[in-house]
């Protein structure tokens, strides 16, 4: 996923958006919505992690 879709994700959830209301609003699958959330609230990660590219 893109930087600016995690951000995205990030900022609405700060305004207090819920899920369900970032998914309608970004139209990403739940799927990647809900694992940007667990991530931020677990570990208050504002980024993805960084991958070694191929």
Do not use: Y
């Amino acid at each position: 996923m893109k930087q600016e879709k995690w951000s995205a994700i990030i900022i609405l959830t700060r305004a207090g958006r819920t899920a369900s209301e970032i998914i309608k609003a970004t139209k990403l699958p739940n799927s990647k919505v809900f694992r940007v959330l667990k991530a931020f609230k677990e570990e208050g990660k504002a980024q993805k992690k960084d991958h070694k590219q191929r």
